[in-house]
């Protein structure tokens, strides 16, 4: 495999994280929207929703990073072994 292709990669995993979280984030956003809206004034509800889902997206993201470092730390000690 060569270094083009490796960088095309990348950018395609980096695109796909991207539209994920902005789905994850708009989805939580609307669904946010329609509880809130009930509730009070469509302008402020928008807002908080907006907030809220960036704030679940921000966890969901910690989480996954969380995850993946305790991933990293077996993948490295198996490395290691097998050298």
Do not use: P
């Amino acid at each position: 495999m060569n270094n083009i292709s490796i960088q095309y990669g990348i950018q395609v995993a980096g695109a796909i994280g991207t539209a994920i979280f902005v789905t994850l984030m708009t989805t939580y956003a609307a669904d946010r929207m329609t509880v809130l809206s009930h509730t009070m004034d469509a302008a402020i509800a928008g807002k908080q929703a907006l907030l809220d889902a960036i704030n679940y997206t921000s966890l969901v993201t910690i989480g996954l990073a969380i995850v993946a470092t305790i991933f990293s730390l077996f993948i490295r000690k198996q490395m290691h072994e097998e050298i």
